[in-house]
Each structure stands twice: as structure tokens, then as C-alpha cells.
């Protein structure tokens, strides 16, 4: 079971490490001769990588060209609004900006209410639908006896993260920005 | 499976546009006149939105992890070197 959960994690570990070696030194390159930085490198390249997973993961797209072209462009057109955004506030620093959604709960809060609970559920609806991984895998990483087991334990932690996101979010008074 | 979960399911399926379409259909019609569905479809598709938050924290951390190996281990002296060269002027 435990061969599972390292194989996957292992190819996405091996994955990201081959970007960093290959893509990121263009990347490097094209950030620097524009007038950034390392750090904003890193940055950029981080939330590239985190685009392109989800592109070829949860949205199933397949790029015409190599993924490591693909995440290139995401990074130069992340530099770009980068840019934009840097304008953009510049321009914008007299201006008194009043967060429109300020009256809305925090995602960030209520998420962070969700991880304190320490639960196991959030593990596995991760593993389910944002690392897609099939119910056989997910069965054996969390030890359960069935696909079919997995499943309805899936759902009851739905519904479970369900009913603690509607309870918290009806209390929003703790969880204004 | 309960009745509650089967509905998650159902609601599930209408979301993420998935599963056959007469149950979405029946689904659709269902939420014009169940307000009470509408308010768990509701919070149904706010939980898909921190779940995928949730998978973006861990990917991020995984980021980092990798990146700090890289930027860090002696072993990777030639990726660091490289990157040092870029960022020297």
C-alpha cells in the first residue's frame, strides 16, 4: 500500500525536479533580462508549475507542444501580468482600495478550520479530485477493503467537509479579512 | 448507500457535469423547486473550491520541498551554478 502512495509522489517529485533542471534556467533567463530577480523567478515558477499540473491533471488538456514548452510559456506570460500588476499598482497608490468582498467569509480561514481538524478526510478528497488518483490506488493508500468502500467513505467525507464548510461559513463573523 | 449520500453523488454528477445525462437532467429540475438542494449545491460546489486549495497547498509544498533540494544539495552544485550565473550581474 505504502508502494503506491511513494510511486505516485515519487513521480510527481521526479517530475517537478526535471522542470527545475531544464525549464527553470530559461525561465532564469528571460525573468533576468527583463529586470527581475531570483526570488521573483522562483515565485513565478512555482505558480507555473501549480497551473501546468492542474491543466494536464484536472483539465486532461494536452498541449500541441512538449509540456516543458508549455510551462515556459505559462511562465513568461506569469512574468508578463507580473508586470502589468506592478504597473498597474503604481499607478493606483493614491487610491484608497476598499476590498470589495471583505463582507464574504475567508477561504483561506476556512480552510485553515478545516485542516486544524486534523481529519483524514480532507486526505483522501485531495487524493480523489485534485490528484485524480484512480479509487484502486486511493484504496490501497488509505487501507480500504473495496473500491466500493472507498467510495462511500469518499462521499461521507463530502458531505462531512459539506456540512463544516455551510456551519462555518452561517457563523461568518470569525472569518472576515 | 444512505439516501444523503446517494444525493451527494447526484448533486456531484450536476456540478462536474459527469455521470449520465437523464439523472443530471432530473437533478436540474429538481434544484427549480428544492431550495433546500439549492443551498447544498451550493456548499457542495464551496467545498470542490477548498478541496482544490487544499491539493494546491500540498502541491506547493512538494514545490518547495524539490526546490529547496535543489537550490540547497551540494549534489545539485552544477544546477546552483548555473542559476548563480544568470543572477550574478
Known amino acids: ?177 | 448507500m444512505r439516501t444523503s449520500l446517494i444525493k451527494i453523488q447526484q448533486l456531484e454528477n450536476w456540478l462536474l457535469n459527469q455521470g449520465d445525462l437523464p439523472g443530471r437532467l432530473v437533478t436540474e429540475a429538481e434544484l427549480l423547486i428544492d431550495h433546500n438542494l439549492q443551498e447544498d449545491a451550493k456548499w457542495q460546489r464551496r467545498s470542490y473550491e477548498l478541496i482544490r486549495m487544499f491539493g494546491q497547498e500540498k502541491l506547493h509544498e512538494e514545490i518547495q520541498a524539490v526546490e529547496s533540494s535543489l537550490f540547497e544539495d551540494p549534489k545539485h552544485y552544477t544546477f546552483q551554478s548555473r542559476i548563480r550565473s544568470i543572477f550574478k550581474n
Open chain 1, 1 to 177: 500500500m505504502v508502494i503506491v502512495e511513494e510511486l505516485t509522489t515519487r513521480v510527481r517529485k521526479d517530475t517537478i525536479a526535471k522542470w527545475y533542471l531544464e525549464v527553470f534556467p530559461k525561465v532564469a533567463t528571460y525573468v533576468q533580462k527583463r529586470g527581475g530577480d531570483l526570488e521573483t523567478a522562483k515565485d513565478l515558477f512555482q505558480e507555473s508549475i501549480i497551473i501546468t499540473y492542474e491543466k494536464l491533471t484536472l483539465e486532461g488538456f494536452r498541449p500541441s507542444v512538449s509540456v516543458e514548452a508549455y510551462l515556459t510559456g505559462i511562465a513568461k506570460n506569469k512574468w508578463l501580468k507580473y508586470c502589468a500588476e506592478q504597473k498597474r499598482s503604481e499607478s493606483l497608490d493614491h487610491v484608497d482600495m476598499k476590498d470589495e468582498k471583505e463582507q464574504e467569509p475567508s477561504k483561506h480561514k476556512l480552510l485553515a478550520i478545516l485542516r486544524s481538524t486534523g481529519d483524514k478526510c480532507l486526505q483522501i478528497l485531495q487524493a480523489f479530485y485534485y490528484e485524480k488518483l484512480p479509487m484502486t490506488q486511493l484504496s490501497q493508500r488509505f487501507g480500504f477493503k473495496s473500491e466500493r468502500s472507498a467510495t462511500v467513505q469518499k462521499f461521507k467525507c463530502l458531505e462531512k467537509v459539506r456540512d463544516m464548510v455551510k456551519q462555518k461559513s452561517l457563523s461568518h463573523e470569525d472569518f472576515l479579512d
